[in-house]
């Protein structure tokens, strides 16, 4: 076997503390990782504290740094545990349009009552198509119509860069928008 057992190193320092972050070959041609923190003394030696996991734990030490480092990302906003950060965030999910009453879910509504049933802010919600994790495609049409005081005449003038001001509104759902606008000034000619 070589002396030098080290595949790829990482490491990193604070003040008299070092961290060592090894990726090694074991005796037996297994392969581990090595933690290694040296804390200079004030005698000028060195205390070493190693934790060695090997290949067959590895799959649950990522799993659990993944959750950890998630946990960590999201520390103080409510959240128990990485299951409860996801339940929480699909239930967020379901209160978009998805988790509306079916009846009232803008296309359900359109193939059910016709288009003349359908109010400005539906409409446009249907032209967006959907929203952001954290608002809803008829949220958004609220907003953007909100922004012309519920003017469909100014929606008109907004524009690509008008339109592309509001989060979630890329140029494909402003492109959408526009089009529509524009075949409604078409069919106004005719």
Do not use: W
Not at 71 to 80: K, L, W
Not at 123 to 149: C, K, Q, W
């Amino acid at each position: 076997m070589k002396k030098h057992n080290i595949l790829v190193s990482e490491s990193f320092s604070r003040g008299r503390r070092r961290y060592f972050l090894d990726y090694k070959v074991a005796k037996n041609e297994s392969n581990y990782i090595c933690f290694t923190r040296s804390d200079a003394q004030q005698d000028g030696t060195y205390s070493m504290e190693r934790l060695r996991v090997f290949e067959e734990d590895f799959e649950m030490l990522i799993g659990s740094f993944s959750s950890l480092m998630t946990m960590a990302a999201h520390y103080g906003q409510g959240y128990e545990s990485v299951q409860n950060m996801r339940l929480l965030n699909q239930q967020k999910q379901q209160r978009g349009i998805k988790g509306m009453e079916v009846e009232l879910r803008p296309r359900e509504k359109m193939m059910e009552n016709g288009p003349c049933a359908m109010t400005d802010t539906e409409l446009l919600a249907m032209l967006i198509g959907s929203g952001t994790p954290n608002e809803s495609a008829i949220d958004l049409a609220y907003r953007i119509l909100a922004s012309v005081e519920g003017n469909l005449l100014q929606l008109c003038f907004l524009g690509f860069p008008g339109l592309c001001r509001f989060a979630g509104m890329g140029i494909a759902k402003s492109s959408s928008i526009m089009a529509a606008v524009e075949l409604g000034r078409r069919l106004g000619r005719c």
